[in-house]
């Protein structure tokens, strides 16, 4: 699984870094991904945090 982050969406609300920082931090203006490629064990998580996104800025491939 792949994960990144639309950052024209984001909003900076911090629920993604929250949930899976193993994956997400923020960065200066909003979320950034550090870890492209999920592992196996925070892939439920990670699409667990995209179904929770406010705006839906991550996007799951």
Do not use: R
């Not at 911090?14 to 950034?32: H, I, K, S, Y």
């Not at 999920?38 to 929770?52: G, K, R």
């Amino acid at each position: 699984m792949k994960v990144k982050i639309d950052a024209d969406l984001c909003t900076a609300c911090e629920l993604c870094t929250g949930q899976v920082p193993e994956v997400f931090e923020m960065g200066d203006e909003v979320a950034e991904v550090i870890t492209p490629d999920v592992p196996a064990e925070f892939e439920d998580a990670v699409e667990e945090a995209a179904a929770d996104c406010p705006v839906d800025a991550i996007i799951v491939s």
